[in-house]
């Protein structure tokens, strides 16, 4: 499956974003969905993974009341809908697809077979 991240920009605090990531390939709703993210000199981090149908979601403790995963399965896509930004949001953002039936590990990044290239989030104070 290949995996196009979109919808990054530059923000002030407080405003949102709504990150897409649109998906080609082998069947969409055969993939846990994830979002990840890194920032300048740290290591990628978890933010939110969503389960095939959408049923259940998962959240960083960082992000949790924030931020919203959604999947739209007709659309082959998964979005990150993001309020209340802050400038620690900045960071490059990852949409990464998983095979996996597991529930443990879905909060790290090896989980994940596919990745996509990213998008840049910027949130200035």
């Known amino acids: 499956v290949q995996l196009q991240a979109s919808g990054g920009g530059l923000v002030q605090a407080g405003d949102s974003l709504r990150l897409s990531c649109a998906a080609s390939g082998r069947t969409f709703s055969s993939y846990r969905m994830g979002w990840f993210r890194q920032a300048p000199g740290k290591e990628r981090e978890f933010v939110s993974a969503?389960?095939?149908?959408?049923?259940?979601?998962y959240y960083a403790d960082s992000v949790l009341g924030r931020f919203t995963i959604s999947r739209d399965n007709a659309k082959n896509t998964v979005y990150l809908q993001m309020n209340s930004l802050k400038p620690d949001d900045t960071a490059v953002y990852y949409c990464?697809?998983?095979?996996?039936?597991?529930?443990?590990?879905?909060?790290?990044?090896?989980?994940?077979?596919?990745w996509g290239q990213g998008t840049q989030v910027t949130v200035s104070s």
């Open positions: 969503i389960t095939r149908g959408g049923a259940s979601t």
């Open positions: 990464a697809a998983a095979t996996s039936y597991s529930y443990s590990g879905i909060h790290y990044s090896d989980y994940y077979d596919y």
